[in-house]
């Protein structure tokens, strides 16, 4: 058996499901527009260029729906689903995860976007593991704004990933091969500890390392 590890965001989806939502949350006017897209903008930017602290995008990227009901952010967060993520499930992408699945490996999707953006876009990729940022809750069940436990970002995502594997009485010595795919360098620590990373829609400066070391390069949202 194998054990496939997915990213998210540049790697099963040709885009980030974390900064969509926010310019959703903006046009259907939770959030305020220029200014909010403004810092969304901002911060995504970071992200790419590697420098996000991961606390303040998402006390600033929850605070458009986290005092709401949470019914009420749930409905709206499956209009996000239908509207924005459905039209960019693309095949190559469905039918890869698919093949892993099919094979009887182990999968799950590691992302540094939330549970509560990441989980119903998981369930409609057919994965039941994911790991993602964790939102802290209060006693409502309602986000506070905060992370609750270690992050899957960066250092974070080997954390998560081994803690995860260690409670279902695994390590990556009990499979035949450990896939990684992702198309960033934020996740270059996970990327170097498996068997085989797969550079998948890379970025240019991961798509730089991964020739140099002989990384597979896949790209899946190619058109012809």
């Given at each position: 058996m194998k054990l496939a590890l997915f990213d998210l965001d540049g790697t099963l989806l040709p885009t980030d499901s974390d900064h969509a939502f926010g310019e959703f949350m903006v046009a259907i006017g939770w959030a305020e527009g220029a200014h909010w897209r403004a810092r969304n903008d901002a911060f995504y930017a970071q992200y790419q260029a590697g420098t996000l602290v991961l606390a303040d995008y998402l006390e600033f990227a929850t605070a458009a729906w986290r005092h709401r009901p949470v019914a009420q952010s749930e409905a709206v967060r499956a209009r996000f689903m239908d509207e924005v993520i459905a039209p960019d499930l693309r095949e190559p992408a469905m039918?890869?995860?698919?093949?892993?699945?099919?094979?009887?490996?182990?999968?799950?999707?590691?992302?540094?976007?939330?549970?509560f953006i990441t989980r119903p876009i998981a369930t409609a990729f057919g994965v039941e593991h994911l790991l993602a940022v964790e939102l802290e809750r209060d006693h409502n069940g309602q986000a506070t704004g905060a992370i609750r436990g270690i992050p899957t970002f960066r250092e974070g995502k080997v954390a998560r990933v081994h803690a995860w594997l260690e409670g279902l009485g695994h390590q990556f010595a009990d499979f035949d091969d450990v896939l990684f795919y992702s198309d960033s360098t934020n996740d270059l620590p996970l990327l170097e500890q498996v068997k085989t990373p797969v550079a998948t829609n890379p970025t240019p400066a991961l798509a730089a390392i991964a020739r140099d070391r002989g990384w597979r390069i896949l790209n899946l949202f190619e058109t012809p």
């Open positions: 039918s890869l995860v698919r093949s892993h699945l099919e094979a009887g490996d182990l999968v799950a999707v590691v992302t540094a976007t939330n549970e």
